[in-house]
């Protein structure tokens, strides 16, 4: 079987899968607290899952990268358990991953997000390899690989049903690692994430001002959302449907065409 995992490889092995043009995935996630019910390493659980089930699915597609265990959290120090790297320290240090992989002759470089305080900053990551090389590199959420069958499974309100350690997360790691999930600590729903009508927060649309508080001030147990909704046979749907669409996306990505560059600029002579 054709090896999926970047870490299995031999050196000649990566130099001939950046040859044959393979994608590569590097998931992102944080140690970060989840409430009363799911452990601090969740994030990176179902991360983890989803990319590697994807590229072991993709016959030698994708390559999913080590991943990257730590991340943006300082709105969550008040909860013991979280992990916080200063936002400028996480893009460069994601950036540095990322470019490695173009200058070993990878160009498809996609960043699959499971924290959502990341997002902003694997965005801008994407954009600065795609602005400093030639090659491609995207970045998304997981969950939002899933919207089609949130849309249709969804019990929880909208918007701040779905937000942390929620429906979405407990179903998710309820199908993946049931053991992890502490079902008599699920507690009520708690702190639907939303301030004011301008102000709200859930994984799959917030409002239009973007305004993030320390967790703490807004909940108590850390959740954001209603954990109580989660069934595991909606954790199947949610992490097939991920997989299916980041198999389908970077098949996409692969094909999309390198369009030749631009330059208008005046070029002064003299410099
Ligand atoms: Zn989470």
New binding site residues.
């Given amino acids: 079987m054709i090896k999926h995992l970047y870490r299995t490889l031999t050196w000649p092995e990566s130099k001939q899968r950046a040859e044959q043009g393979a994608v590569i995935v590097i998931p992102i ?2 140690i ?1 607290q ?1 409430g009363y019910h ?1 452990p601090i390493d ?2 990176n659980v ?1 991360v983890e899952h989803v990319t590697e089930e994807a590229a072991s699915r993709s016959d030698g597609l994708i390559l999913t990268a080590p991943m990257i265990h730590y991340g943006f959290n300082e709105h969550n120090m008040g909860f013991p358990g979280t992990i916080s790297i200063r936002e400028t320290v996480f893009m460069d240090f994601v950036y540095d991953v990322a470019y490695s992989f173009v200058r070993q002759g990878f160009d498809r470089i996609v960043l699959i997000n ?3 305080s990341n997002q902003m900053l694997c965005n801008l990551v994407a954009r600065r390899v795609v602005n400093t090389t030639k090659a491609f590199c995207a970045a998304a959420a997981h969950w939002w690989l899933a919207k089609a069958e949130v849309d249709k499974l969804r019990d929880s309100a909208f918007p701040g049903g779905m937000a ?2 929620c429906e979405f ?1 407990t179903a998710m790691c309820m199908h993946i690692r049931p053991e992890l999930v502490e079902l008599d600590k699920l507690g009520d729903r708690e702190a639907p994430s939303s301030r004011n009508e301008f102000i709200f927060d859930d994984l799959f649309g917030s409002g239009p001002v973007h305004f993030v508080d320390r967790w703490s001030c807004i909940s108590e147990s850390g959740v954001e959302g209603d954990p109580n909704l989660a069934t595991p046979e909606k954790g199947k749907a949610f992490s097939e449907c991920s997989i299916a669409n980041l198999i389908r996306f970077c098949r996409l990505f692969r094909d999309m065409k390198v369009q030749p560059d631009r330059d208008y600029n005046y070029r002064n002579p003299s410099l």
């Fill in positions: 996630a944080a970060e989840h799911l969740v994030d179902l499971g924290h959502g942390h350690a997360e």
